[in-house]
């Protein structure tokens, strides 16, 4: 069925470094994509968003791009930190769905020292 | 200000019975969202409410049911409850009923099913 996947399950980062976490999703209807963090006993915490008429957007720290040709959605962590390290879900909510977000299984980011 | 709050924190309960779940959505908030967390995967949706009206319900069963307060917090109320309920249960707020809508998370009540 549908759904908004994600490439790996763990990512391991040097602390410093650029991060890099990717989502496929195969919905061409949906039109409003949201990356959350969500850390160990917490409820998700909303980093960055993006609409499908963009294909980039920046926050602190954060770039979120969109490639609606492929269906591809990336949440880019500029100089990771140790504080970065968390489960990261992309999320989708498609045309008609209201506000239900569909999410993925999520990315374990692990920043080492 | 308050984000979304949720309780209580933690839950043990048993086959068969039944549990109910409080949130309490973030000031000037009026669509609150239930969500189901099984270990190790992502949130999956329950219901959304807004103004007191149910605007969306996810693929669970009769025995999962939930209400919005004129004060717009909210509860989740799940019935006979089976083993595979056990799950971390996320409230979200959000301003507005049906735009994509940015919505905040509350920590979320864990509840375990012996």
């Known amino acids: 069925g549908e759904s908004v996947g994600l490439h790996l399950p763990t990512l391991s980062v040097q602390e410093g470094d650029n991060s890099i976490i990717n989502c496929a999703y195969s919905n061409s209807a949906s039109d409003y994509f949201i990356w959350y963090k969500q850390e160990s006993g917490k409820g998700p915490q909303f980093i960055i968003d993006i609409r499908s008429n963009m294909d980039k957007r920046q926050g602190q720290r954060v770039t979120v791009l969109l490639n609606k040709t492929v269906k591809h959605l990336s949440l880019q962590i500029a100089a990771t930190q140790p504080g970065d390290s968390a489960v990261y879900f992309c999320?989708?909510?498609?045309?008609?769905?209201?506000?239900?977000?569909?999410f993925g299984t999520g990315t374990q980011l692990k920043v080492e020292l | 200000d308050a984000g979304v709050t949720q309780s209580p924190t933690h839950l043990i309960k048993t086959r068969g019975q039944h549990v109910t779940l409080r949130c309490s959505p973030i000031s000037g908030h009026k669509s609150v969202s239930w969500y189901q967390q099984v270990l190790g995967q992502g949130p999956q949706f329950i219901f959304q409410y807004y103004e007191k009206e149910e605007r969306g319900r996810g693929n669970f069963p009769d025995r999962f049911s939930a209400r919005q307060f004129p004060n717009y917090s909210s509860e989740l109320n799940v019935n006979a409850l089976l083993l595979g309920d056990s799950a971390l249960y996320l409230c979200?707020?959000?301003?507005?009923?049906?735009?994509?809508?940015?919505?905040?998370f509350g920590p979320g009540t864990r509840l375990t099913v012996l």
């Open positions: 979200a707020s959000s301003l507005q009923q049906n735009l994509p809508d940015t919505q905040y």
């Open positions: 999320a989708e909510i498609r045309q008609g769905g209201g506000n239900k977000l569909t």
